[in-house]
Structures are given as structure tokens and as C-alpha cells.
């Protein structure tokens, strides 16, 4: 079974603190993402990586950053983080290389506070 | 523009019943369609992904159906239990691109 793991279910952070979130997947998959969802939004993609030190900005990456050292994981940095950053962020993997993702699979998610 | 409306947004139902959730779509061009489920705090979960030309597709007690000329999906739950209590999410990805677009979920909600 793909397990992808997250490195907290629940974190409460300061205004302005720098905040790591870290995703870990175990099946060797090229792709992984960082989503955040918020009630009646849905999921919106924030950066995906198709391969280790690749990365892509989704449809709203402003105010994050991400890092892919390994292809096992993928860490998603808020540099600064502010309240409107309250929100569950989901990490995902999935198969590659090509542009159809397959069957992501999903971490179990972090639901960050900001203060 | 490319969207995924969900109906309707919540359900409440008894269980053993049975209810359908719907999806329809703008997506162009269309590469798939895919139905999760997700319980409340955790992260989605995949049910069925279905292709172009796939119509039906089933997963235990969770049957999808497609129709590519309207653009509509369904997931038809049979035999309701207490644990499908959950949102569901319709995910339509785009051919070529590297876009997946979210439908808003719909929450159902089985009572005994």
C-alpha cells in the first residue's frame, strides 16, 4: 500500500514565524503536490515537483515555497506566515513521469493555525 | 473556463438507503474523471478513476458512471452505512496539461 505521511496533524504558529510542513511518501513516485483546502473552496494546488529539485508553481503559490532534496520528500515552507494562512494542507503523490498524474494518493493532512 | 460543480452540496439520508451524487464538468480537453472520498480530518481517498471511454465504473458498494458528450458524472452509493458519512470529491484532470480541476465536495451524512 502507498502510505504518504505528514509530519504534523495539528500546529499553531505565530504571525510571522517561518513554518515547515514536511510530506514523506514510501512508493517511489516522481510526483508529488502541496494542496490547502479551505471550506467551499476545495482543494487548490499550491506547488507540485515531477522529480527531485523540480518544482512548479500551482494556482496559488504566493507566499509559500518548496523543497525537494529527495524523491521521497517534499516540504512546503511558509517564509513569513500570516492568519489568511489558516488552513488543512494536504501533501499527494502520485506515479510519473508524464503529464497524466494517475491516482494520487493523499497524506492524511495538517491542519495548521496562524495566530 | 474549466470548472467541476457538485450537487448537491449536502445530503442527509438513513442508512441502507441508497443516493446518487452528482458531477458535472467544463473541462477541455478531458483525460479523466475521479471520485474520492473523505472523512472528516483526513485526506482524500480514491474511489474510482474512469477514462474517456469507460461509462461505468464500480468499487464495492460505490458505482460511477460517466457520460463525455454532457459532461456529467454520478457516484451512486447502495446499502448506505453509518461509515460513508464523509465529503465526496469529483476530480476532473485535463489532457495534456498538467491540471486537475476539484469540485467542491458534497458532505453525506448517514443516520441510523
Known amino acids: 500500500d502507498v502510505k504518504v505521511t505528514q509530519s504534523s496533524r495539528y500546529l499553531v504558529k505565530r504571525t510571522g514565524e517561518k513554518v515547515f510542513l514536511e510530506c514523506v511518501q514510501d512508493?517511489?513516485?516522481?510526483?508529488m503536490f502541496w494542496y490547502r483546502q479551505d471550506p467551499g473552496l476545495g482543494l487548490r494546488l499550491i506547488y507540485f515537483?515531477?522529480?527531485?529539485?523540480?518544482?512548479e508553481k500551482g494556482d496559488i503559490p504566493e507566499g509559500y515555497s518548496v523543497s525537494r532534496e529527495k524523491k521521497e520528500r517534499f516540504s512546503l515552507i511558509l517564509e513569513s506566515a500570516s492568519t489568511n494562512q489558516t488552513s488543512m494542507y494536504l501533501c499527494?503523490?502520485?506515479?510519473?513521469?508524464?503529464?497524466?498524474?494517475?491516482?494520487?494518493?493523499f497524506g492524511p493532512g495538517t491542519r495548521l493555525t496562524v495566530l | 473556463k474549466n470548472q467541476v460543480e457538485q450537487s448537491p452540496q449536502s445530503l442527509i439520508i438513513l442508512e441502507g438507503k441508497n443516493c446518487t451524487l452528482q458531477?458535472?464538468?467544463?473541462?477541455?480537453?478531458?483525460?479523466?474523471l475521479r471520485w474520492y472520498k473523505q472523512d472528516t480530518g483526513r485526506g482524500p481517498v480514491s474511489l474510482t478513476i474512469?477514462?474517456?471511454?469507460?461509462n461505468t465504473k464500480s468499487n464495492g458498494r460505490y458505482t460511477a458512471t460517466l457520460d463525455a458528450d454532457t459532461k456529467q458524472s454520478s457516484l451512486h452509493i447502495t446499502a448506505s452505512q453509518l461509515s460513508d458519512s464523509a465529503s465526496y470529491i469529483c476530480?476532473?484532470?485535463?489532457?495534456?496539461?498538467?491540471?486537475?480541476?476539484f469540485g467542491t465536495g458534497t458532505r453525506l451524512t448517514v443516520i441510523p
Open positions: 499527494a503523490s502520485s506515479r510519473g513521469p508524464g503529464t497524466d498524474y494517475g491516482e494520487q494518493f
Open positions: 512508493m517511489d513516485h516522481e510526483n
Open positions: 515537483s515531477y522529480d527531485v529539485k523540480m518544482k
Open positions: 458531477c458535472n464538468y467544463t473541462v477541455s480537453p478531458f483525460s479523466n
Open positions: 474512469m477514462t474517456f471511454s469507460e
Open positions: 476530480v476532473v484532470g485535463e489532457t495534456g496539461a498538467n491540471n486537475l480541476f
